[in-house]
């Protein structure tokens, strides 16, 4: 007989995280009950090279609730989380580190707002127990990323989140590879509110998120949600287009009333003012049309990402129909 479906699901991507499992299980085990909702927690093992499935195995045997995803290979954590989540049943979804980074006390503060009448309860993190390189790093990022997405991704919060099953029905039907989890999150628009918490330093082991994986992370959100990148060559091309026929105007006038600068008089080196200003104007042109294939790249990448064109959040007066997925 398939089991009810909970009322709660956690999601908790874990790579090499075997040193963490047996304090996350008795946080988890100390908190949950407390919120007397149904639950599953479906840990996500990212493909780690300890025993971190042995103990999740071990883990479900025990208590089929906690339910384990493995990967073949290390995929990365925004894969692991979209994994979980494509599994996650619960009309309340959460999603945290398997670090105690995210106290999974923060579960019930979420679930409480969410029934208040939000879709999506994000963590925002008040302080960050890091070294000062790595939080001006974080700070500086969130604050580009904000400037130039083109949707509101709110600072400082990261994938920590509890949302309710239909923005992760929504999450689901996002086919695109590199996903920035809370991006996407904050595309998928309905009701979302920040919440700040305190980040706890990690419970146990080493951080599993060296600067090649974040720098990955960051470059996913930026490229993903913003199109300013490509559009620099276009604001360059008009610049130097610019720059370059107001150039080649000043030079022609010089060449023909042939008056000194600094000593020198165009006629001194036959060619150079139709040199210099065909060199400026080309580099303009250049510019230009490598910003009107960036336009042509752009919208090339928002097809193939093929996100949904529209996201509906209820309907009135027609006859009921599954949702989509
Ligand atoms: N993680 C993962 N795959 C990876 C890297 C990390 O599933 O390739 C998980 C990790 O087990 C943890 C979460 O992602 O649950 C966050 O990683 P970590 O705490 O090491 O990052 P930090 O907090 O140091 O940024
Ligand atoms: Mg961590």
């Not at 493909?47 to 089929?64: E, I, K, M, V, Y």
């Given at each position: ?119 999506v309860?994000y ?22 990323l904000k400037?130039?997405a083109?949707v509101e991704i709110p600072?400082?919060s990261?994938?920590?989140c ?18 920035f989890v809370r991006g996407l999150r904050a595309w998928s628009g309905f009701?979302q ?32 949600f ?100």
């Amino acid at each position: 007989m398939p089991a009810p479906t909970p009322e709660l699901s956690l999601v908790i991507p874990c790579f090499n995280e075997s040193r963490v499992l047996p304090l996350l299980r008795q946080r988890l085990l100390e908190s949950l009950p407390k919120m007397n909702l149904t639950w599953e927690v479906i840990l996500v093992d990212d493909g780690s090279g300890d025993d971190t499935f042995a103990q999740l195995a071990a883990l479900h045997a025990t208590d089929p609730r906690f339910k384990a995803i493995s990967f073949s290979r290390n995929f990365g954590h925004q894969m692991a989380v979209f994994a979980g989540l494509s599994r996650a049943t619960g009309e309340f979804v959460a999603v945290l580190d398997a670090d105690l980074q995210d106290p999974p006390e923060f579960v019930a503060t979420g679930v409480a707002k969410l029934r208040e009448g939000y879709d999506v309860v994000y963590a925002v993190r008040r302080r960050r127990k890091e070294n000062f390189l790595k939080r001006a790093a974080y700070a500086g990022f969130y604050r580009l990323l904000k400037a130039i997405a083109e949707v509101e991704i709110p600072l400082d919060s990261g994938d920590f989140c509890v949302m309710r099953q239909c923005v992760v029905a929504v999450l689901r039907t996002m086919p695109e590879r590199d996903v920035f989890v809370r991006g996407l999150r904050a595309w998928s628009g309905f009701r979302q509110v920040g919440v700040e918490y305190e980040r706890a330093a990690r419970a146990a082991g080493e951080t599993k998120y060296p600067l090649s994986k974040l720098l990955k992370l960051a470059s996913d959100g930026l490229f993903a949600f913003s199109s300013l990148p490509l559009r620099l060559a276009i604001y360059l091309g008009f610049a130097s287009l610019a720059v370059s026929l107001a150039g080649a105007a000043f030079l022609i006038t010089w060449k023909f009333l042939n008056f000194q600068i600094l000593g020198h008089s165009p006629s001194e080196v036959p060619g150079w003012t139709s040199l210099v200003s065909l060199i400026l104007f080309l580099g303009g042109m250049q510019f230009l049309i490598l910003g009107i294939l960036g336009e042509f790249i752009r919208r090339v990448y928002a097809e193939v990402q093929q996100r949904p064109r529209w996201i509906v959040r209820a309907e009135l007066g027609f006859s009921p129909e599954p949702r989509h997925d």
